[in-house]
């Protein structure tokens, strides 16, 4: 089945520093979706993507789709405590089809 | 709104008992999901409901049973529990037509001993 790469596992950095992480999956994607799970809570949608090549921002979040819809990747400047959680990428494969693959997620932590 | 809601938050079954968890949702959506998240593994669907009377296994259907009551309830049973199903499980809904979100519910923690 579809099966959706995701990396880093973990990522620890310092507040103030920037964090980046990657979604790749082997087949072309109709679209792609990123979520926030705080420690303890349950996934919050964030965003989606559609377009090929398509960037978008929120505040400090910015999110790609890759020219080829195979990749994506989600990029926080300067984290904040309240960046803390595991980011999850969720894949779906064909326009229509309403199941999500769900990425192993990036958690993660922020050092003061 | 309550969004999504589940019942029990949290369970500790014996080996071969058996349980069910309970979600509901009363934002109208036609679409209902039941996932389990383990550490590591991300979120892997278990079931999923596109609408009212219709149910499809998902990636891990294997020891679970679901049913969609009515449109707004959507339940997970384990019939016969074993420690590898101890896991955290999150009941999710959306709209997939209007605006393809998938709204999460608080989850169950259930440890099977």
């Known amino acids: 089945g579809q099966q959706v790469m995701q990396i880093p596992q973990y990522q620890h950095v310092q507040e103030g520093e920037d964090f980046t992480t990657y979604c790749n999956s082997s087949?072309?994607?109709?679209?792609i979706q990123w979520y926030k799970q705080r420690p303890g809570g349950h996934p919050v949608f964030l965003i989606q993507?559609?377009?090929?090549?398509e960037v978008k921002k929120q505040k400090r979040l910015t999110f790609q789709f890759g020219e080829a819809k195979k990749n994506s990747s989600l990029h926080i400047t300067a984290t904040q405590t309240t960046d803390v959680g595991t980011y999850f990428c969720a894949a779906v494969s064909n326009f229509g089809n309403e199941k999500l693959t769900f990425g192993t997620g990036t958690r993660l932590t922020i050092i003061p | 709104n309550a969004g999504v809601t589940q019942t029990p938050k949290f369970q500790v079954l014996k080996t071969g008992q058996s349980m069910t968890l309970q979600c509901a949702q009363d934002m109208n959506h036609n679409s209902m999901y039941w996932y389990r998240q383990d550490p590591g593994m991300g979120l892997r669907l278990i079931y999923y409901s596109a609408s009212e009377g219709t149910t499809d296994k998902g990636e891990v259907p294997n020891g679970y049973n679901v049913s969609r009551l009515n449109k707004r309830e959507f339940s997970l049973r384990l019939e016969s529990a074993a420690p590898s199903q101890t896991s955290v499980y999150f009941c999710?809904?959306?709209?997939?037509?209007?605006?393809?979100?998938?709204?999460f519910g608080p989850g169950t923690r259930l440890t099977v001993t």
């Open positions: 999710a809904s959306s709209e997939w037509l209007a605006d393809y979100e998938q709204y």
């Open positions: 087949t072309t994607l109709s679209n």
């Open positions: 993507l559609v377009k090929s090549g």
